[in-house]
């Protein structure tokens, strides 16, 4: 549950495509002040994984649009294909995988998940050191300090 809930219902509420509100309306109808990173246009992005609220209206299936940070207004906008993107993330994870192994594998869900993410650029000689100095120390008196 989130303090931002009563925008949601407020939202779910309305059948208009469009709802201009000035921030002073979303106040009341939450029943306190918006945070300070309101001035930030970002904040007001329809980025899922941007803040709490933005899941909020996310969830009930609108986007933010015309967002005047010097005349603290917006229009709200209805998007179903927001409510049905902000499904996974409306509780801060997109998809909880679950702790234990599969019985079809043996393995856990996350294995594999990084397969084909990193990639290593020809040429590149994995056995140099990052560091060509570390190579000029031995175990002897200097073992443990860097190279000048």
Same mark, same amino acid.
């Given at each position: ?23 002073? %309306?979303?106040?009341?109808?939450? /029943?306190? =002040? #918006? ?6 246009? !970002?904040?007001? +992005?329809?980025? @899922? ?15 933010? %649009?015309?967002?005047?940070?010097? /005349?603290? =207004? #917006? ?6 294909? !927001?409510?049905? +993107?902000?499904? @996974? ?24 998940? #990084? ?34």
């Amino acid at each position: 549950m989130s303090k931002y809930d009563a925008l949601s219902r407020f939202l779910e509420e309305q059948h208009a495509e469009y709802v201009p509100m000035s921030f002073a %309306e979303i106040e009341r109808v939450l /029943g306190f =002040k #918006l945070p300070k990173s309101q001035t930030i246009r !970002a904040w007001w +992005s329809n980025n @899922p994984n941007n803040n709490v609220m933005t899941k909020v209206w996310l969830a009930a299936g609108y986007k933010t %649009e015309q967002v005047d940070i010097e /005349g603290r =207004k #917006l229009v709200f906008r209805r998007d179903e294909a !927001a409510r049905e +993107s902000a499904a @996974p993330h409306r509780y801060g994870f997109a998809e909880e995988a679950p702790a234990k192994p599969t019985e079809k594998t043996g393995r856990h869900p996350i294995f594999g998940a #990084l397969k084909d993410v990193t990639w290593i650029a020809p040429g590149t000689d994995l056995t140099e050191p990052a560091d060509p100095g570390w190579a000029d120390l031995t175990e002897s008196e200097d073992w443990g300090r860097l190279p000048e």
